[in-house]
């Protein structure tokens, strides 16, 4: 109940480091990137998260994206080509204090 809940935006605006790449932590992407919060993890969005955190543009999120986007977090590089658990929770632990 309560990941259906996560997943509709409908608890504490503050993310919660579950670890977890839901529409909801796509949402909170989008508002800190400044896209549509349509919670879609789509082209636009990955460009718009590409950008910021200085990877190359391509709209396709793959493991060049991770590694700049862990380099931006400040934690090491896992060689992953998507979302791994670690990484989603830094994120959710970063975008608390950016929202």
Known sequence: MLRAEEDAG???PRITPT?????YLVGRVQAW???PQTRTWDAATIR???YRV????????D?????????YLGIA????KGWDSR???????YLTTQL
């Not at 493991?63 to 380099?71: E, H, I, K, N």
């Not at 590089?77 to 992953?80: C, E, K, L, N, V």
Request: aromatic share 4%; hydrophobic share 35%.
């Open 10 to 12: 409908l608890l504490d």
């Open 19 to 23: 670890g977890r790449f839901s529409p």
């Open 33 to 35: 990137v400044g896209t």
């Open 48 to 50: 718009s998260l590409q």
């Open 54 to 61: 200085g990877a190359a543009t391509t709209g396709r999120w």
């Open 63 to 71: 493991a060049a994206s991770v590694g700049a986007l862990q380099d």
């Open 77 to 80: 590089r896992s060689g992953s």
């Open 87 to 93: 990484t989603v929770t830094q994120l959710q632990r």
